[in-house]
């Protein structure tokens, strides 16, 4: 029972585009959520973060974005770079300390 | 600080053998996550130990084990290996405030 999931398996943007990358979740106890990166024969590693007390955050040029309501976030990166062609994975918990259930996965891809 | 290290990086071993990973957190971390990453199925939890003991764990048959020691570092056992059992094998240590940092994982191909 997959109880984050990631619809889009790939995404092609253009260098200096937005790129927008989805994530839902079915678990109403997740109170935690966390994007990570991962480029091939590496671990993933951590990008942002956003707690279910804000709707917003934001790094640089990543964004992230939480509907709890739609039990939805989502990620933005502008502008796009050929550097953040990677796997990017969502991740809930129900809290800080435990364990994080993670989605597929999407690959994007930003053509130069 | 260094980070985390898993060894071996590449693993071939056929079916019906086990096999043991090894997983060295950041020094400091107590809690080891181990997750399962296939193509298709994204990363699946393992199971996480946390002082030597098993907290939590995940939806993976009984010859899937670990074990965590006295300093944290973890190992993971596969026995009976089957063809299905080949992924990339990812261990995370966290300080169970920021999240996870993963390490390289190993890369278990079984023929």
């Known amino acids: 029972d997959q109880q984050v999931k990631q619809n889009s398996p790939s995404l092609s943007v253009q260098e200096g585009r937005i790129s927008i990358l989805n994530c839902d979740y079915t678990?109403?106890?997740?109170?935690?959520f966390l994007w990570y990166k991962k480029y091939p024969a590496e671990g993933p590693t951590f990008l942002i973060s956003?707690?279910?007390?804000?709707d917003k955050n934001e790094d640089g040029r990543f964004t992230v974005f939480l509907n709890k309501s739609a039990k939805h976030l989502s990620l933005h990166i502008v502008p796009s770079q050929p550097g953040d062609s990677a796997v990017y994975f969502c991740?809930?918990?129900?809290?800080?300390?435990?364990?994080?259930?993670f989605g597929t996965g999407t690959s994007l891809t930003v053509i130069p | 600080k260094a980070g985390v290290t898993q060894t071996p990086r590449y693993l071939i071993k056929t079916r019906g053998q086990q096999v043991t990973l090894s997983c060295s957190p950041i020094?400091?971390?107590?809690?080891v996550s181990w997750y399962q990453q296939t193509p298709g199925q994204g990363l699946q939890f393992l199971f996480e130990?946390?002082?030597?003991?098993?907290?939590n764990k995940g939806n993976f048959p009984g010859r899937f084990s670990g074990r965590q020691f006295s300093n944290s570092r973890s190992e993971m056992n596969v026995s009976t290996l089957e063809l299905g059992d080949s992924a990339l094998y990812l261990c995370?240590?966290?300080?169970?405030?920021?999240?996870?940092?993963f390490g390289s994982g190993t890369r278990l191909t079984v023929v």
């Open positions: 130990y946390f002082s030597e003991t098993q907290r």
């Open positions: 991740a809930a918990s129900p809290d800080t300390g435990n364990q994080f259930y």
């Open positions: 020094s400091g971390h107590r809690s």
């Open positions: 956003i707690s279910s007390i804000k």
């Open positions: 678990n109403s106890m997740f109170d935690y």
């Open positions: 995370a240590s966290s300080d169970l405030i920021y999240g996870y940092t």
